[in-house]
């Protein structure tokens, strides 16, 4: 993405700036920067130091840098049609597959709807991607796993053996091998 355009991909995480429903965006208006990230979750924010040992003041809030009101379509082009999720995207969501797989449930929900709307099927708007809490899932075995968050640390033996991969095979026309394939 970097070398498609520049100015999607954030010079402070290095990953690339979406709108909440995970369209990819050339405005740094759609980044809220990690240090304002950490506020929100009442940790202290400390200025980075550099290497010599320089402390650098804290960027600019959002809400105080004025930008432009025109762009050039060459330097930012309209990449609505482009959805990141994951690791990739910066959405202020912790770097975890859960966090991945739900942000494509969303990212493809507004791939159809975006569809539907070129099609003149539907207007609904598109769906925007709100990120949990964070959390870990340590799976144990087939079935079993651990979650630790804000709320403590819970077991629970309620998945589904190898967590329902099989759904997965009728994607890859792979449905018909037996399960031991």
């Known amino acids: 993405m970097a070398t498609l355009c520049p100015s999607a991909v954030s010079p402070t995480t290095k990953r690339i700036r979406v709108h909440p429903t995970l369209q990819v965006s050339t405005d740094p208006n759609t980044e809220r920067h990690t240090l304002e990230r950490l506020a929100d979750l009442s940790l202290r ?52 597959g859960h966090t ?3 942000m494509g449930e969303v990212a ?19 769906e925007v991607y709100k990120y949990g809490k964070p959390a870990i899932k340590v799976t144990l075995g087939l079935t079993d796993a651990v979650v630790s968050n804000a709320e403590g640390t819970t077991a629970n033996s309620d998945g589904q053996a ?20």
């Open 108 to 126: 493809a929900r507004n791939i159809l709807r975006l569809i539907a709307k070129e099609e003149g099927r539907d207007d609904e708007e598109l």
């Open 162 to 181: 190898d967590m329902g991969s099989r759904v997965i095979w009728d994607s890859h026309d792979a449905g018909h091998l037996p399960d031991e394939a």
């Open 100 to 102: 991945a797989y739900w």
């Open 45 to 96: 924010a400390t200025p980075p130091a550099s290497p010599s040992g320089t402390v650098h003041p804290l960027p600019q809030s959002v809400s105080d840098t004025t930008l432009p009101t025109e762009r050039s379509s060459i330097t930012n082009p309209d990449l609505s049609h482009i959805f990141a999720i994951g690791d990739c995207a910066d959405t202020g969501a912790i770097q975890a």
